[in-house]
């Protein structure tokens, strides 16, 4: 099993997991959409970063309380989607790397890692206003050649009304486009690559009904062919090319953020087909992905899942709804109160091109 996310978020901090109170940030407006390599205005959540010194930055984002694919979920009471987060802290990385670290705006940028931890699921209510977020960062890893920033791993807190409410990890490095141009063709043995702008995805297999993945709409399903065997559910990619979302402008490759949801969406299949838990009653808290390779537009994509063995560490929580919240109550042992955890590994002609791990928090009827 790959490591959790809260254990990749381990490690030596600086000013950024020291001050979470300063600086003033700005939620008027979000940031310029090609900072964050967005077309639509509508898929861009931060409105600001700050450098703190060092390599240490804040940032805020505004989270919104309805939006076609991140607010699409069965959830009850409603929680502001984790993977919505994850975009957030993703979209920081890039800016951060355009405006602080100098990285031309006509590289590409490779994910290597994203993850994420929700500790306080309470404090993800989604209310009456829209959500301000606030991420602290500390960039680590940073790799330097030549005098250039070409990659480094961004690790966030995360703060909603001043209280902490998980951590996440983006994972990038960054390309020339001489140098992702030779890197895209090795990878595809030198064969011309595709763009989904124009390449036509078959649909292979039955899409299966939008609540047996946890959404309410159709659209936004990205999983066909859903199978079972015991412990374990497997699924080929639903690619969705106009996707608003999932696909915001052309892609030459399948976007890390597509795999993730493919891994969430199957995630919420194999706890409910293996222990009976509704894709209603259970919220993704953990999420953790390691790429190793690119994602190919033209080969079938295998999403297979398995859960495995919760192994809640002590001194942690578990998570429950009362009167319409989420609370933290501390664990007393019994198996029924474990978070589950589901492994997915997604594979093209047979091997792994991604793994995640998916910690859902079961909440009771």
Avoid: W
């Avoid at 700005?26 to 390599?37: I, N, Q």
């Avoid at 790799?143 to 480094?152: A, H, N």
């Avoid at 690119?294 to 994509?301: A, K, M």
Wanted: charged share 20%.
């Amino acid at each position: 099993m790959q490591m959790p996310v809260r254990h990749l978020l381990n490690g030596d901090t600086d000013t950024a997991t020291a001050h979470p109170d300063g600086p003033n940030l700005d939620y008027e407006r979000t940031l310029d959409r090609t900072v964050v390599h967005r077309e639509s205005l509508a898929e861009v959540f931060v409105t600001d970063t700050q450098p703190l010194g060092g390599d240490a930055h804040a940032a805020a984002a505004q989270l919104p309380r309805s939006h076609a694919y991140y607010g699409d979920h069965l959830l009850r009471p409603r929680l502001h989607d984790p993977v919505l987060l994850l975009e957030a802290c993703r979209q920081v990385g890039l800016a951060i790397a355009h405006t602080h670290y100098g990285v031309p705006f006509d590289h590409k940028f490779v994910l290597t890692t994203l993850g994420i931890n929700i500790t306080r699921p309470e404090r993800m209510a989604v209310g009456t206003a829209p959500c301000a977020l606030r991420m602290l960062c500390s960039v680590e890893d940073k790799r330097v050649k030549e005098g250039r920033v070409v990659g480094y791993d961004a690790r966030f807190r995360l703060f909603v009304d001043g209280t902490e409410v998980g951590n996440a990890v983006v994972g990038l490095r960054f390309k020339s486009p001489a140098s992702y141009g030779a890197l895209r063709l090795s990878n595809r043995s030198g064969a011309p690559v595709p763009s989904t702008e124009t390449f036509d995805f078959a649909v292979t297999g039955e899409v299966p009904a939008p609540y047996l993945v946890g959404r309410s709409n159709g659209d936004n399903v990205v999983l066909t062919g859903l199978a079972g065997d015991g412990d374990a559910v497997s699924a080929s990619l639903r690619v969705l090319p106009q996707h608003p979302s999932l696909f915001d402008h052309a892609q030459d490759h399948l976007p890390g953020m597509v795999l993730i949801e493919a891994g969430r969406q199957l995630a919420l299949n194999t706890l409910m087909e293996v222990q009976g838990t509704s894709p209603a009653k259970a919220y993704p808290a953990e999420i953790t992905a390691t790429f190793t390779s690119f994602g190919e537009l033209e080969p079938r994509t295998e999403v297979r899942a398995r859960t495995a063995p919760a192994t809640a560490e002590e001194g942690e929580g578990v998570y429950y709804t009362q009167g319409g919240i989420v609370e933290f109550i501390a664990p007393t042992g019994g198996p029924e109160q474990s978070p589950a955890s589901v492994e997915v590994d997604v594979l093209q002609r047979g091997a792994s091109i991604c793994r995640i791990d998916v910690g859902l928090v079961r909440l009771p009827a």
